[in-house]
């Protein structure tokens, strides 16, 4: 089973910038897409980033594009969200995603920014 732990979230004004990241533990052997998710305050959860085992496809969301990049590093374990020129819409509960089957997720973390 994987376990994903998200760290980096907090309050931060319009256009400043966030940095999240997500443990992932694991069995070795095991390949699959990982991303982040948010769900905004009376908002369905959307998908933000989706990023495959190779770093060779990248999906984002529209609204998110141009301003966050996703990145993965397969011998740490690790997915990283660098959220650029935030805006107050962006404020959401993120959680860290792994296509694995189940799917996992994490806790989820919160961002808020200001405007």
């Known amino acids: 089973q994987v376990q994903l732990v998200e760290s980096g979230g907090g309050s931060v004004q319009a256009g400043e910038s966030l940095r999240l990241s997500c443990a992932v533990s694991?069995?070795?052997?095991?390949?699959?897409?990982l991303g982040w998710y948010r769900r905004a305050p009376g908002k369905e959860r959307e998908v933000v980033a989706i990023i495959s085992w190779t770093g060779d496809r990248i999906i984002y969301a529209d609204s998110v594009k141009g301003r966050f990049t996703v990145s993965r590093d397969n011998t740490k374990k690790t997915v990283t969200l660098q959220m650029n020129r935030l805006k107050a819409e962006d404020t959401a509960i993120y959680y860290c995603?792994?296509?694995?089957?189940?799917?996992?997720w994490g806790p989820g973390i919160q961002v808020t920014v200001s405007s």
């Open positions: 995603y792994a296509d694995t089957q189940p799917d996992a």
């Open positions: 694991d069995r070795p052997g095991r390949v699959y897409d």
